[in-house]
C-alpha cells in the first residue's frame, strides 16, 4: 500500500504490523526522520547499549556548555548546529541541544542518530511545556533536558522493542533519497 | 520511504492500495512546527511544497491550489494503483471539497463512512468526526 502523505509514518508501521508491504511520502524531512526510526529494523541489544553509553556521557557532563564532547569535538555538523543555534529565536535552545544534535550525526551510527535525535526533540518540546523558559538559567534548563533526554530515550526505546516483537517480517520498501 | 513531493516523484508501485490522511487546508505548519529540528540538523526544507499550509490561510485562492495539490496528488496515486485498487482517505471534510477533488483526479467515491474520534488530549471540546472516504477509479 501506498501512503501520499505518510506523516510520522503511522499508516507504515500499522502495515508492518499487519503484513502489508508500503511505502510512504513525505515532504518533510522531519516526518521522514520519524519514519525511519519508527519502520527501521534494529538490532536492539546493539541499540540499548549505545544509547544507554550517549546517556551516561550526557549524564556525566559531556556535552554542556563549555564541555564539548569527544562526539563532537570536530566536524562541520557541529560547526552548523553553533551557527544555527545562534539564529533561533524560538523556541529557545541551549548547548545541550546544539550538542545533542551534533551527537547524532558526528560519530554515532545512523539508527542510533537517528534516535538521538527524535528523543531530543521530544525531551525539548517536553521541557518548553512544562514552563522552561529561555530565561531559565541556562544551567537548570540543560540539567532538567538531560533528564527528559534519558525519560524520551528510554521511552522510544521501549516503544521499539515491543513494536518488534509484533511486526511482520515484511520491509517497509526501500529507503531512497 | 521517499523524502519529497508525490506529484514529483516516480511512485514505484503497482499498489493494491493507497491509505492516507491528507492535509487540511489553514491548520497546520508541518515544517514551522518543528523549525528548529531543521535548523539544528540541517534537514532540507522544502516548505513551498506543502499543501494546505496554515501560512497560506483559507483564502478563496488558498483553497482553489489546495484543491488542484491534491486532486494532482491522487492522480498520481490512481496511475501507480492496480485496476481494482482501492484509495481510502481519512479527512475531516468540513469545506466539502473532496467530491470535486476525487472528480479531478478521475476517482469515484463508493462508500463514505463516519467515525467518531476519540480525544487524546481534552484541548478541544466537543464531538469530533471524521470521514473514511473509499473511492477507485473512475
Same mark, same amino acid.
Request: proline share 4%; net charge positive.
Given at each position: 500500500? #501506498?501512503? =501520499?502523505? !505518510?506523516?510520522?509514518?503511522?499508516?507504515?508501521?500499522?502495515?508492518?504490523?499487519?503484513? +502489508?508491504?508500503?511505502?510512504?511520502?513525505?515532504?518533510?524531512?522531519?516526518? %521522514? #526522520?520519524?519514519?525511519?526510526?519508527?519502520?527501521?529494523?534494529?538490532?536492539?541489544?546493539?541499540?540499548?547499549?549505545? #544509547?544507554?553509553?550517549?546517556?551516561?556521557?550526557?549524564?556525566?557532563?559531556?556535552?554542556?556548555?563549555?564541555?564539548?564532547?569527544? +562526539?563532537?569535538?570536530?566536524?562541520?555538523?557541529?560547526?552548523?548546529?553553533?551557527?544555527? %543555534?545562534? $539564529?533561533?529565536?524560538? =523556541? =529557545?535552545?541551549?548547548?545541550?541541544?546544539? %550538542? %545533542?544534535? &551534533? +551527537?547524532?550525526?558526528?560519530?554515532?551510527?545512523?539508527?542510533?542518530?537517528? #534516535?538521538?535525535?527524535?528523543?531530543?526533540?521530544?525531551?525539548?518540546?517536553?521541557? $518548553?511545556?512544562?514552563?522552561?523558559? $529561555?530565561?531559565?538559567?541556562? !544551567?537548570?534548563? $540543560?540539567?532538567?533536558?538531560?533528564?527528559?533526554?534519558?525519560? +524520551?530515550?528510554?521511552?522510544?526505546?521501549?516503544?521499539?522493542?515491543?513494536?518488534?516483537?509484533?511486526?511482520?517480517?515484511? &520491509?517497509?520498501?526501500?529507503?531512497?533519497? | 520511504?521517499?523524502? @519529497?513531493?508525490?506529484?514529483?516523484? /516516480?511512485?514505484?508501485?503497482?499498489?493494491?492500495?493507497?491509505?492516507?490522511?491528507?492535509?487540511?487546508?489553514?491548520?497546520?505548519?508541518?515544517?514551522?512546527?518543528?523549525?528548529?529540528?531543521? /535548523?539544528?540538523? @540541517?534537514?532540507?526544507?522544502?516548505?513551498?511544497?506543502?499543501?494546505?499550509?496554515?501560512?497560506?490561510?483559507?483564502?478563496? *485562492?488558498?483553497?482553489?491550489?489546495?484543491?488542484?495539490?491534491?486532486?494532482?496528488?491522487? *492522480? *498520481?496515486? @490512481?496511475?501507480?494503483?492496480?485496476?481494482?485498487?482501492?484509495?481510502?482517505?481519512?479527512?475531516?471534510?468540513?469545506?466539502?471539497?473532496?467530491?470535486?477533488?476525487?472528480?479531478? *483526479?478521475?476517482?469515484?467515491?463508493?462508500?463514505?463512512?463516519?467515525?467518531?474520534?476519540?480525544?487524546?488530549? @481534552?484541548?478541544?471540546?466537543?464531538?469530533?468526526?471524521?470521514?473514511?472516504?473509499?473511492?477507485?477509479?473512475?
Amino acid at each position: 500500500m #501506498l501512503d =501520499p502523505f !505518510a506523516g510520522s509514518g503511522t499508516t507504515l508501521v500499522q502495515a508492518l504490523e499487519s503484513g +502489508y508491504d508500503s511505502v510512504g511520502v513525505d515532504i518533510a524531512a522531519f516526518n %521522514c #526522520l520519524l519514519m525511519r526510526v519508527k519502520t527501521n529494523e534494529h538490532n536492539r541489544f546493539v541499540l540499548e547499549r549505545e #544509547l544507554r553509553d550517549v546517556l551516561r556521557r550526557f549524564e556525566s557532563g559531556e556535552g554542556v556548555a563549555g564541555r564539548p564532547t569527544a +562526539y563532537v569535538a570536530s566536524g562541520s555538523h557541529l560547526r552548523r548546529a553553533a551557527t544555527s %543555534c545562534a $539564529s533561533v529565536r524560538s =523556541p =529557545p535552545t541551549t548547548s545541550t541541544e546544539t %550538542c %545533542c544534535g &551534533s +551527537y547524532s550525526h558526528a560519530r554515532l551510527g545512523p539508527h542510533v542518530g537517528r #534516535l538521538i535525535s527524535i528523543s531530543t526533540f521530544r525531551a525539548n518540546r517536553s521541557s $518548553s511545556r512544562t514552563g522552561a523558559t $529561555s530565561t531559565d538559567a541556562s !544551567a537548570s534548563r $540543560s540539567s532538567a533536558l538531560i533528564i527528559s533526554l534519558r525519560r +524520551y530515550t528510554l521511552d522510544t526505546l521501549a516503544r521499539l522493542k515491543e513494536f518488534a516483537r509484533v511486526r511482520t517480517r515484511r &520491509s517497509a520498501g526501500r529507503v531512497a533519497r | 520511504m521517499l523524502h @519529497g513531493d508525490t506529484r514529483d516523484l /516516480e511512485l514505484p508501485g503497482p499498489f493494491d492500495a493507497v491509505v492516507t490522511s491528507p492535509p487540511y487546508p489553514g491548520l497546520i505548519d508541518y515544517h514551522e512546527q518543528h523549525r528548529y529540528a531543521y /535548523e539544528l540538523l @540541517g534537514l532540507d526544507d522544502l516548505r513551498q511544497r506543502e499543501i494546505g499550509a496554515a501560512a497560506r490561510g483559507t483564502s478563496k *485562492a488558498a483553497l482553489t491550489a489546495y484543491s488542484e495539490g491534491i486532486s494532482t496528488v491522487f *492522480a *498520481a496515486c @490512481g496511475d501507480a494503483l492496480r485496476p481494482r485498487g482501492r484509495v481510502v482517505i481519512v479527512v475531516n471534510d468540513r469545506r466539502d471539497l473532496y467530491p470535486e477533488i476525487l472528480e479531478r *483526479a478521475g476517482l469515484r467515491l463508493e462508500q463514505r463512512y463516519q467515525r467518531h474520534v476519540n480525544r487524546r488530549t @481534552g484541548r478541544r471540546a466537543g464531538e469530533y468526526f471524521e470521514d473514511v472516504l473509499v473511492a477507485r477509479r473512475a
